[in-house]
């Protein structure tokens, strides 16, 4: 497995920004990814980028708002998060897998963070 440590959760204020960080280590994985767990609500997929073509994949709830980007050099993975809304409190995992994971199938990923707190609120 993919070791995976998150970083960058806080508070925030609605409208506001935080980045998120998800350093990687071990064995080595073809996708890499952001999910999230609201209060009472499913798991539910944020965003992925391929490390083989850069392709990148967001849930529409997040789309404009949220980037995906990677540093090779660091083998670390970074969540913008801007425009935040109250709905976007949640914990946030950083998630690694194969060629074929995806944010729309949960148990397509092999590696799991132990996640990061992120809330907005006034």
């Known amino acids: 497995q993919v070791q995976l440590v998150e970083s960058g959760g806080g508070l925030v204020q609605p409208g506001g920004s935080l980045m998120l960080s998800c350093a990687a280590s071990?064995?080595?994985?073809?996708?890499i990814g952001w999910f999230r767990q609201a209060p009472d609500k499913e798991r539910e997929g944020v965003s992925s980028?391929?490390?083989?073509?850069?392709?990148?994949y967001y849930a529409d709830s997040v789309k404009g708002r949220f980037a995906i980007s990677r540093d090779h050099a660091k083998n670390t993975v970074y969540l913008q998060m801007n425009s935040l809304k109250p709905e976007d409190t949640a914990v946030y995992y950083c998630?690694?897998?194969?060629?074929?994971?995806?944010?729309?199938?949960?148990?397509?990923?092999?590696?799991w963070g132990q996640g990061t707190q992120v809330t907005v609120s006034s």
């Open positions: 998630v690694a897998g194969g060629l074929l994971a995806t944010i729309y199938i949960e148990s397509s990923w092999n590696s």
């Open positions: 071990g064995m080595d994985y073809s996708t």
């Open positions: 980028i391929s490390s083989r073509d850069g392709s990148t």
